[in-house]
Every structure is written in C-alpha cells, then in structure tokens.
C-alpha cells in the first residue's frame, strides 16, 4: 500500500498521470513550529524541505503499519529568508512584489517512511527570476488566477498565468511543482516495484 502524506490538489495529480496507485492521507504536523526549531538548530532552507517531507510521512505512518508513506514539501527561499503560502490576496500581491526583479529558489524536500523509518529521501531545488513587473500586470495576473494561487508556497503558479511574471527558469518542472516526480519514481522502482507491475497495466 502506498499513501501520499498530503492533501496537495497538484502532487495528487501528478501521481495519478504517473498512473501511480495510492491513497491520500494529509498529515497532522505544526509545520512552523518544526521549520523554527530547525531553523534555530541552524538548518537551511534545503534541510528545512526534507525536514517537513519526512516529519509529514512519519505522522502518517504511525497509524498506517507496513505501508509505504511518500511525505514532501517545499520551501521558498529569497536569499536567507523563507517565504510561506499567503494567507489572503493581499498578502500574494504583496509577496510578488518582495520577488520583482528577483531570483529565488524552490527546495523541494521528498521522503519514502515505512513503520516510521525513512527509506529514502532527497531534496532538488530550481532556480526562478522574476522580471520588474508593473502594479497593473501583477494585479491583472492575480485577477486570472484568483485563490487558486492561495495554494501555493510562492504566491503564483507557473502552470497558470503567474508565468507571465516570469524572465527565467532554471530547473526540474515537477521540482516547482512541489514534487520531485522523476526521482520519487526511481526510488518506488527500487523499493517497491510490484506498484509499477499493476499500474503498467491498462484500465
């Protein structure tokens, strides 16, 4: 049995295009709490990914014995500074203009936990610039794309028209996406490859 540890509309998907068989379950973990322990631990904003990718695939394999959990989760960086999901959408108009004319980082974090012990993890990390947008162009963006951005760590979506807002992208596509999609797969044919004997197979 295989369990994403997470209730992301984006990393469903994506599994269910790999035609990769699982269940859904969202964890239950303080996020900011766990990252502010890290952080003062002196964790950077990569250990801080793979931190919360594992801490969220334990909390689910508690209680769900002998099944192999994926846990992930991405964090933003802005030189030193992590950014989070915005709240409203003021906070995401507000975030977009902290990133103008910026390069930024996405640190995505993945982990596989079975009876609570990591198997496997890893983080990959993509590189973004924004390029010097106007106040009109930024709002007329968050117009199109609406709360769905809401959703997201960066306060865009590269898959949406946030990527009007975009000069360059240097990076793996389902690492900004949130899950490293092409390394999950390596390590799930390395320690579970029954699941790609059913999924192979046509409906």
């Known amino acids: 049995m295989l369990i994403l540890a997470s209730t992301s509309a ?4 994506l599994l269910m295009q ?16 766990l990252e502010a322990e890290a952080l003062a631990a002196g964790a950077d904003c990569r250990d801080v990914a793979r931190l919360l990718a ?8 508690v209680n769900h014995r002998d099944a192999l959990v994926i846990g992930a989760d991405q964090t933003l960086a802005l030189g030193t500074t992590l950014l989070h999901k915005p ?9 977009l203009d902290q990133l103008c004319g910026k390069t930024h980082r996405l640190h995505a974090g993945i982990s596989l936990v079975r009876n609570g012990e990591v198997l496997w ?14 106040q009109s162009e930024r709002d007329l ?13 960066g306060g865009y979506r590269l898959e ?25 797969l390596g390590a799930l044919r390395d320690i579970e490859p029954t699941l790609f004997n059913a999924s192979d197979k046509l409906d």
């Not at 790999?18 to 709490?33: C, L, N, S």
């Open 10 to 13: 984006t990393r469903k998907a």
């Open 18 to 33: 790999a035609k990769v068989p699982f269940e859904a379950i969202g964890p239950t973990i303080d996020e900011r709490a």
């Open 54 to 61: 594992e801490h969220k695939a334990r909390n689910v394999s």
């Open 87 to 95: 709240a409203t959408m003021v906070d995401a108009a507000a975030q």
């Open 121 to 134: 993890s890893a983080v990959e990390t993509a590189e973004l610039s924004m390029r010097r947008f106007t």
């Open 141 to 153: 963006v968050l117009a199109l794309e609406g709360e769905d951005i809401l959703y997201s760590v």
């Open 160 to 184: 949406g028209p946030s990527i009007r807002l975009f000069e360059s992208v240097s990076g793996d596509y389902f690492t900004i996406l949130g899950l490293p999609l092409l390394p999950l």
